[in-house]
């Protein structure tokens, strides 16, 4: 479920996704925040000098934003908006490879049966305009860097319901129980493309490619924030890539994100604690793609038990605190190259707003 090249609609329809869901990993890769002076939280000893132990596996539950008023995760561009909700939550579970020092290798990842999420495709004037589900029928089974081995899920959209069955190689798909026709990864990806395509296979299709953003952001981002504790004793700035020629107009030639701790709830502890992720001209070379804005990371949980054994971990709402990650008109721009001078066409900027909560627990 790579992502495809092809510049029409659809498949700029595969950035709708949590740009950051899952980030919260390297946190686990780090032992979260440790307890007492050091500024770590939870239910551990307390000393801030052992880390917890990270176990080789936890369960993930990624669900909506709270508050609700916040609405779902919304991907605004001037030719469409896409607004994702979480339902009754994607549930799954990753195994890591622990070694010394807590330095966290991952493995791979499952996405429970059952989990489930809609798309609300709107503003298109095309066949795909309109809400449609995507549920887990079986468990969905992946190695990290890799295409998914087993798995299957369904694509429902009034009467039609599309089935995506992942077998060797790529996918079977099927419409309402019929035959099923074998796709490559490769022509899976293309039909998001294909303008020969029916309304129920570029869905099908629109649907792997959310989820596999969503995972491939699952791993992208822990690199960043395992420096959540370090965040603590002042603002973490790293440079993004820069530019090979000229920069676009009033765009740095090479920009930053910064890492903002703005506080905690507890004098003695990071829990409830609240970061600002601000992009400002962050451009990644791998996609040409630039962004700005801000994420957000609200009300941050973590659990240590009797056994200094992280047990509980993420962004969400407790019972005096909401919480989540937010994206705060966080805006991904496309460039291109022509003989080393840099340009943005603007009519294509995506704008995400919206969020959702996100919490791993021992298994």
Known sequence: M????????????????????LGVLSIIATGGGGGGDNGGGGNGNGNGEVPPTILTSYNFEIGSVVPQSQGGLEVEANEFTVT???????????????????QVTFLSYVVYEGSDFSITVSRTQTVLDGTFTVEMTADLNADLDA???????????????????????????????GAATFYTWDD??????????????QRAALAGGAMQFIFEQMFAVADRLDELEASVEGPIATSCDM?????PD?????????????GATSADSMLGSIFDWEFTDCWTSDNDQLANGLI???NYIEEVNASNVLVRIGFGPTADMDGGIVFVGWTLSDTSDDQGVYTIDHSGDLT????????????
């Open 243 to 247: 530019f090979d020629g000229t920069p």
């Open 352 to 363: 995400i707003s919206g969020g959702f909560s996100l919490m791993f627990e021992a298994m």
């Open 2 to 21: 790579s992502q495809s090249s092809e510049s029409s609609f659809p498949s700029r329809i595969l950035l709708l996704v949590p740009v950051a869901v």
């Open 84 to 102: 994702v909700d979480f339902g009754d939550t994607i549930l799954g579970s990753v195994n890591l490879d622990v070694g010394t020092n807590n």
């Open 147 to 177: 295409e998914p081995t087993s798995g299957t899920f369904e694509v429902v959209a009034g009467d039609e319901t599309a089935t995506v069955n992942v077998v060797a190689n790529g996918v079977e798909l099927s419409l309402n129980g």
């Open 296 to 298: 957000q990371f609200q």
């Open 188 to 201: 899976y990806d293309n039909i998001l493309g294909d303008p020969m395509a029916e309304a129920w296979q």
């Open 250 to 262: 009033g765009v740095l030639g090479q920009g930053e994100n910064v890492l903002t701790w703005l």
